[in-house]
Nanobody, 115 residues
Framework: VQLQASGGGLVQAGGSLRLSCTAS????????MGWYRHTPGKQRELVAS???????TYADSVKGRFTISRDNAKNTVYLQMNSLKPEDTAVYYC??????????WGQGTQVTVSS
């Protein structure tokens, strides 16, 4: 199973980026898909997640600015990030949890927001 993430980069504060992550391989049924982020010196934190039933969870810090969505036919999860702030700077990791409870992680994509 592989998770291929893309869409990170450098953007000015107030700008937008869209992350995508596609799962491939013998992954079976996917339950939840989500995005986490990590900043040096801090624990990895959940940014947003979406279950197969459509239940969405956002970190308080991104509510109203970020939107998570998924395309089940493509095994792909997206994260639309608007009104980016310097504190959103981090390495973003996609995460997939299967119906059997196995979790897989993408390789991480850097998001840098300049002030």
């Amino acid at each position: 199973v592989q998770l291929q993430a893309s869409g990170g980069g450098l953007v000015q504060a107030g700008g937008s980026l869209r992350l995508s992550c596609t799962a491939s391989g013998s992954i079976g049924g996917i339950n939840a898909m989500g995005w986490y982020r990590h900043t040096p010196g801090k624990q990895r934190e959940l940014v947003a997640s979406i279950t197969s039933g459509g239940t969405i969870t956002y970190a308080d810090s991104v509510k109203g600015r970020f939107t998570i969505s998924r395309d089940n036919a493509k095994n792909t999860v997206y994260l639309q990030m608007n009104s980016l702030k310097p504190e959103d700077t981090a390495v973003y990791y996609c995460n997939v949890t299967t119906d059997w409870g196995f979790a897989y992680w993408g390789q991480g994509t850097q998001v840098t927001v300049s002030s």
